[in-house]
């Protein structure tokens, strides 16, 4: 029987055909290039973390790297200060250096005056002509520092007198005790700041004390008599009496 003779139902089955994928060589380029790509990225950042965890600190070590040490400026600054302010301090009078006790008085170099004794001339209580009369007298030195020198003024009151008197001493200065026997009144002072600047030698005032006697002798004609309206004389001393009853008669 010939094949144009049978029915649809009779054909015989025909074998699958078998299907062509075309491929493009330009896609395969692509993809290999893109893998390519990716594997240099890859072995970048192994290589990078590699170098970042081998680089040498400021010690010359591998590893993570010490924070700095950072100083603070203000604390440097506050003790340079303070620093600055214990070499420049200054004391107005007693425990004052040559150098500032000179540059705040007059020394008087009249006649047969001792140089470094007086200082301050008062021409105006001079009684007889010719003769020195000083506001400060009979200064005495320990090393390079005034310990002890009389003072000189015009009658003025016990009130007055104790003003001038603490003019002289450092403002942390405070009355340790006070009291009056017959011929003068004597105080006792006590500076922290002469306790810290004196202590060592050659002065050794460890304590800052200042011990004080006020007179009203000159214009009693040099007899020893206390008149509290009328106080002309204060003694300054860098001695250190802890109590009234260790202080010295007048």
């Known amino acids: 029987m010939d094949d144009q ?3 649809p139902e009779q054909t015989p089955p025909q074998p699958p055909r078998r299907r062509w994928v075309r491929r493009h060589p330009w896609k395969t380029a692509i993809s290999a290039v893109v893998i390519l790509f990716v594997l240099l990225l890859v072995i970048g950042a192994l290589s990078s973390s590699s170098s970042s965890k081998n680089t040498p600190t ?3 070590r591998t590893g993570t790297a010490s924070p700095a040490v950072t100083v603070t400026p203000s604390a440097t600054a506050a003790s340079s200060a303070a620093t600055a302010a214990t070499t420049a301090e200054h004391l107005p009078g007693i425990g004052a250096t040559k150098a ?4 705040s008085h007059v020394m008087d170099t009249h006649g047969t005056t001792v140089p470094g004794c007086c200082f301050n001339p008062i021409p105006s209580l001079s009684k007889t002509a010719g003769e020195n009369v000083d506001a400060y007298y009979t200064v005495n030195y320990a090393g390079n520092r005034v310990i002890s020198y009389s003072m000189r003024f015009v009658p003025i009151s016990i009130d007055t007198a104790n003003a001038r008197v603490l003019a002289e001493l450092p403002g942390d200065a405070r009355t340790a005790w006070t009291r009056t026997l ?8 006590v500076s922290p700041t002469l306790a810290r600047l004196l202590g060592p030698a050659p002065v050794g005032d460890t304590t800052g004390g200042v011990f004080v006697e006020f007179d ?5 004609g040099g007899q020893s008599v206390y008149d509290p309206a009328e106080v002309d004389t204060a003694l ?3 001695v250190s009496y802890p109590k009234a009853s260790d202080g010295p008669e007048c």
């Not at 017959?182 to 002072?189: P, V």
């Open 100 to 103: 500032d006790w000179n540059a």
């Open 236 to 238: 300054l001393s860098l």
């Open 5 to 7: 003779d049978l029915t």
């Open 216 to 220: 009203s002798d000159e214009h009693n």
């Open 58 to 60: 400021a010690a010359g």
């Open 182 to 189: 017959g011929t003068c009144r004597q105080s006792e002072f």
